[in-house]
């Protein structure tokens, strides 16, 4: 649960990046997409039940690494910024939790 908290904490930094970084309107609005994105399914997979959706999370971490050159990002700190974040969500996005029940099973769950 840890590790969605934190990637909560850094899909906020990403919305409040390009106020604080000067970010041009291009990584701006990436920043201002992606942010949003990273905490609504990192908060929501702090739940045992809805733990995997950590995994969208590995999507968005490989977006944020590849969008300075996708984007076509001029200045170096927002590069450094969206690079440093990506990896992080990205690293994040693997760190299961602590499982202790079982939940769903499907027609298995019948038999």
């Not at 969206?82 to 038999?111: H, P, Q, R, T, Y």
Request: glycine letters at 10%.
């Amino acid at each position: 649960m840890w590790a969605q908290l934190v990637n909560t904490a850094l899909g906020l930094w990403l919305m409040v990046a390009p106020a604080v970084l000067s970010y041009n309107k291009i990584g701006a609005d990436n920043c201002h997409i992606t942010g949003p994105l990273v905490v609504s399914f990192a908060f929501v997979a702090c739940w045992e039940a809805t733990r995997s959706l950590r995994r969208v999370n590995f999507l968005a971490g490989l977006w944020l690494l590849a969008a300075p050159w996708v984007l076509g990002y001029n200045e170096t700190l927002p590069i450094v910024n969206d690079m440093l974040v990506g990896a992080l969500v990205f690293g994040f996005s693997f760190v299961e939790g602590k499982i202790e029940g079982s939940f769903g099973g499907g027609w298995k769950a019948i038999w």
